[in-house]
């Protein structure tokens, strides 16, 4: 295992460091936390919280800032933050209009942060809850009851932070939020497995010629393992199964976001996206919102995910064009 670090059990407070001096202009770290929060929390909006485990960077601190989150709880690697965590979290993010907590589906985050949830109201802060399940690779996982939050979850903070941002009411965000989530689905492929640097080997492995389709971004298993096929065909089995979900028709309209888990440069997404043009193309999509990167990574997992969004609904479509001020959008 090659890895540039110092001790593993100081990797996460080494990192949050590091982040929030880097980008002390726009976010700062509570003290004796894992909680990063955006500068000048004002203007009696409603604050929105996300996070998870560690180790999938830029998510979620670097989309903390204006229009996006308020504050990101950063867990250990692939481990969710603990309820006191979130609820500090929570109370930095608060402004007097209440919370919205945009929680991935994994049995240990929506554990934690209910918990959290509940700690908050107890102190007289208003909360909602948004679940993200938008991988449509298995119904359950190995840390799931039903489907997995993966990069989709990132357009969920993009949609929301704006709504917020524009003034909305916590009940209206989280209607939004709720509508939102059924319209966003994702699906990725992986070609080695992430090292979690306490483990020092890969989580599994797949051999030089081997691919794993639906692989979870904390390694979890996926559908179906193939020899190496080209970007094009990569591309036809994850658009064909987006579609399968969607039953689109032509002249719809959606957003696409493909994401690198790691590993994976932005040659060979940018080469990937290519492929996914033509195909939706062929299909007579609208495509009114499109983003290449790393957003939602595995550690150094080689491989990357497709999400799309159905953007019937102007306004997220608006959402997800307006500007943002954060480390990573």
């Known amino acids: 295992?090659?890895?540039?670090?110092?001790?593993?059990?100081?990797?996460?407070?080494?990192?949050?460091?590091?982040?929030?001096?880097?980008?002390?202009?726009?976010?700062?770290?509570?003290?004796?936390?894992?909680?990063?929060?955006?500068?000048?929390?004002?203007?009696?909006?409603?604050?929105?919280?996300?996070?998870?485990?560690?180790?999938?960077?830029?998510?979620h601190a670097g989309f903390v800032g204006t229009g996006m989150l308020s504050a990101a709880v950063c867990g250990e690697i692939f481990t969710s933050p603990t309820p006191d965590q979130v609820l500090e979290g929570i109370k930095a993010a608060d402004d007097g209009a209440g919370v919205l907590l945009v929680i991935k589906n994994y049995s240990g985050d929506v554990m934690n942060f209910e918990m959290a949830k509940d700690l908050a109201e107890m102190e007289g802060i208003e909360v909602e809850t948004v679940l993200v399940d938008d991988d449509i690779a298995v119904e359950d996982s190995t840390y799931t009851a039903g489907r997995r939050g993966v990069a989709g979850t990132i357009l969920v903070h993009k949609i929301l932070g704006h709504a917020a941002e524009s003034g909305k009411s916590l009940a209206e965000?989280?209607?939004?939020?709720?509508?939102?989530?059924?319209?966003?689905?994702?699906?990725?492929?992986?070609?080695?497995?992430?090292?979690?640097?306490a483990v020092g080997k890969p989580g599994f492995v797949l051999a030089e010629d081997e691919i794993e389709f639906g692989v979870g971004i904390h390694g979890e298993p996926g559908y179906r393992k193939e020899k190496l096929q080209s970007s094009r065909k990569l591309a036809e089995e994850l658009v064909g199964k987006l579609k399968d979900e969607f039953n689109w028709k032509s002249g719809d309209k959606y957003g696409v976001l493909v994401n690198g888990l790691g590993g994976t440069p932005l040659m060979e997404q940018f080469v990937f996206m290519n492929d996914v043009k033509a195909l939706l193309e062929e299909d007579g999509l609208v495509v009114d919102f499109k983003k290449v990167g790393d957003v939602m990574t595995s550690i150094d997992m080689e491989g990357l995910s497709l999400t799309m969004i159905h953007l019937d609904t102007p306004e997220w479509t608006e959402a997800l064009n307006a500007p943002v001020t954060t480390i990573a959008w």
């Open 1 to 59: 295992m090659k890895k540039i670090m110092n001790q593993t059990d100081d990797i996460l407070n080494e990192m949050l460091e590091g982040l929030s001096y880097a980008y002390s202009d726009l976010v700062t770290r509570i003290p004796e936390t894992n909680v990063i929060v955006k500068k000048n929390i004002s203007g009696s909006k409603v604050g929105v919280v996300s996070g998870g485990g560690s180790g999938h960077e830029p998510a």
């Open 173 to 197: 965000i989280k209607e939004i939020g709720d509508k939102l989530v059924k319209e966003i689905k994702t699906l990725g492929v992986a070609l080695t497995g992430a090292t979690v640097p």
